[in-house]
């Protein structure tokens, strides 16, 4: 049972247009969100976090807007850059569970276009 | 920023064989380090947590006896894959947090590829 889920696998983007990546959740209980980026062969890397009793956080050109009623999370990149070309992923955890782990989405593949 | 270093990057073995992957933190102390495999164009797949100086908890399917963890200092986690098949080929990848740190602080290794011939 996938719990976070990303039903884009792939998105194309003209530079400097917006890039609107989406997640959905399944479990109620997660209560923090990051998101990642990642390139083949590498670890991810850690882009920006949202916590369940915010419902938007920006940091530069990109921002994170949670929807807890819908279990929905998206990240906004604006403009976006040939340089945001990677998979990017969705990470959720559960906060009461002690162990901060982190369920990950499927990915979504960003190709920026120049 | 705090660095994960995993090593090593790549490694192609026979069938039968046991393959040790190594996590160390070099800046921070790793009091929990989670194990992940990805397969081509899939998600991240939590395999383990585990904590330093104790057992560390698999994930519903993962075969405990065949991916070893041991966490036996705060900076170095290892990962044995054992009697490793071509069916274990994949990604790995090491992540590692430190207690008390926020949430978001959460680092990553650069991963490790396994091909199983």
């Known amino acids: 049972d996938q719990q976070v889920k990303q039903n884009s696998p792939s998105l194309s983007v003209q530079e400097g247009r917006i890039s609107i990546l989406n997640c959905d959740y399944t479990?109620?209980?997660?209560?923090?969100f990051l998101w990642y980026k990642k390139y083949p062969a590498e670890g991810p890397t850690f882009l920006i976090s949202?916590?369940?009793?915010?419902d938007k956080n920006e940091d530069g050109r990109f921002t994170v807007f949670l929807n807890k009623s819908a279990k929905h999370l998206s990240l906004h990149i604006v403009p976006s850059q040939p340089g945001d070309s990677a998979v990017y992923f969705c990470a959720a955890s559960d906060g009461t569970s002690g162990t901060y782990k982190y369920i990950f989405g499927t990915g979504t593949r960003l190709k920026v276009l120049a | 920023g705090a660095v994960v270093s995993q090593h090593p990057s790549r490694v192609i073995c026979k069938s039968g064989t046991s393959v040790k992957i190594e996590c160390r933190s070099l800046d921070f102390q790793a009091t929990t380090m989670f194990w992940y495999r990805q397969f081509p164009k899939q998600s991240l797949m939590l395999m383990a947590t585990?904590?330093?100086?104790?057992?560390?908890?698999?994930e519903q399917g993962v075969e405990k006896d065949k991916f070893l963890i041991n966490h036996a200092s705060l900076t170095l986690s290892t990962l044995t894959v054992t009697s490793a098949h071509p069916e274990d080929s994949s990604f790995y990848i090491c992540?590692?947090?430190?207690?008390?740190?926020?949430?978001?602080?959460?680092?990553f290794g650069s991963g490790t590829q396994l091909s199983v011939l």
């Open positions: 992540s590692a947090r430190e207690v008390w740190s926020p949430r978001e602080k959460l680092f």
């Open positions: 949202i916590s369940s009793i915010k």
């Open positions: 585990s904590n330093e100086g104790s057992k560390a908890t698999y």
């Open positions: 479990n109620s209980m997660f209560d923090y």
